[in-house]
């Protein structure tokens, strides 16, 4: 879903790009709380990889296609904030190199495919492992859900915005109608894709995956790259007596 | 339980994964118009869409201007993309970081 120019007219355009500005002002301070050392260059990785799914049109009935849209996918991976950040990143190539999504429609899209799908992704994974359960089948079900609703809940804020300034004198229920339902179809792929690439994420390495990092704290602590466990650093863990300080507390 | 893969393990796969699903994969993606270009077209308001301003680019609709068959073209616009993104936000994501710190906060 990456809207072209034209579609909407330059008030709402003008809307949705302070809105996403706005968004990604907050998401450039907040997501400070999600970056460290071991996280950060996993933000890189997911970006890019959500650019090259994004390039896999599969196809769904009646002749049309469906790409991943990533924001379900990108919270899980690295958190709510840093994924607005990767999206944004996303879309802003596709945009400026790709052609791909109007320029004028940029903000529109960043509303749409990294600000709507993360908040809904986001918001019902962790409202499932709140209610259900912390397990990994919980994380996976409140993520595939999450990928699933948040493609129809893009299709329908559009529908809202095309309400608002949609420059074709179209009823807004027929907009509504043909949306909702090619875009429900498109979910259940991105709820797949979702779920298979978490699934696979979290299997190896859950201490990775912001979504489930309480996973890998209930077992064994996670091996990591020093051998050591991640809550002790290499250059915080000997005083000047020489002991081990598992809590950094000497520095 | 068997040895966990390192970090650094875990991202160069992902990359390697990533180069791969857009240089050699996208060659199979469908050609068919995407669900906003369908319901638009149903809708009847496809043909308010205008040529973006970035149409004139080197890379626009994924395929390398001067540069033939459909394949080559796209996967290298593909491996082009996944390289500047991974550029951008990564190095974006590292001057954010909270440096010399390991332990993931709550």
């Given amino acids: ?251 | 339980m068997s040895r966990r893969p390192r970090t650094r393990t875990v991202w160069l796969v992902g990359v390697a994964v990533a180069l791969l699903v857009a240089g050699v994969a996208s060659w199979y993606a469908s050609g068919s118009p995407d669900g906003l270009e369908w319901a638009a077209g149903r809708a009847g308001f496809l043909g308010t869409a205008e040529d973006s301003a970035a149409a004139g680019s080197p890379l626009a609709d994924y395929s390398v201007r001067g540069v033939d068959g459909g394949r080559l073209s796209g996967g290298l616009a593909g491996v082009a993309g996944v390289l500047v993104t991974l550029v951008l936000a990564g190095g974006l994501a590292l001057l954010l970081r909270r440096r010399g710190d390991r332990t993931p906060r709550r």
Avoid: K
């Fill in chain 1, 1 to 251: 879903m990456h809207v072209p120019d034209g579609f909407l007219d330059v008030p709402t355009s003008a809307a949705t790009a302070a809105l996403a500005a706005g968004t990604v002002a907050v998401a450039l301070r907040q997501s400070r709380r999600e970056l460290d050392d071991l996280t950060a260059p996993l933000a890189g990785l997911t970006a890019c990889f959500v650019f090259a799914v994004q390039m896999m049109n599969f196809p769904v009935a009646a002749g049309t296609s469906g790409h991943l849209m990533g924001g379900a996918l990108t919270a899980a991976l690295v958190g709510p904030w840093t994924a607005v950040l990767c999206m944004t990143v996303v879309l802003l190539v596709q945009a400026v190199f790709f052609a791909d999504g109007g320029l004028v429609a940029l903000g529109t899209n960043v509303v749409l495919v990294g600000l709507v799908t993360v908040l809904v992704g986001w918001g019902l994974l962790r409202a499932t492992t709140a209610v259900w359960s912390r397990s990994r089948t919980a994380v996976l079900a409140g993520a595939g859900l999450g990928a699933f609703l948040s493609v129809p809940a893009a299709a329908l804020v559009f529908t809202a915005l095309f309400a608002a300034g949609g420059v074709a004198d179209v009823p807004v229920g027929t907009v509504a109608a043909f949306m909702t339902g090619v875009h429900g179809l498109i979910g259940l792929g991105e709820a797949a894709i979702t779920v298979a690439v978490l699934g696979a994420v979290v299997a190896v390495r859950p201490d990775l995956v912001r979504g489930a990092r309480h996973l890998a704290r209930t077992g064994l602590a996670p091996r990591t790259d020093t051998g050591r466990t991640d809550t002790v650093r290499t250059d915080t863990v000997r005083t000047d007596t020489g002991r081990l300080d598992p809590t950094g507390s000497a520095r």
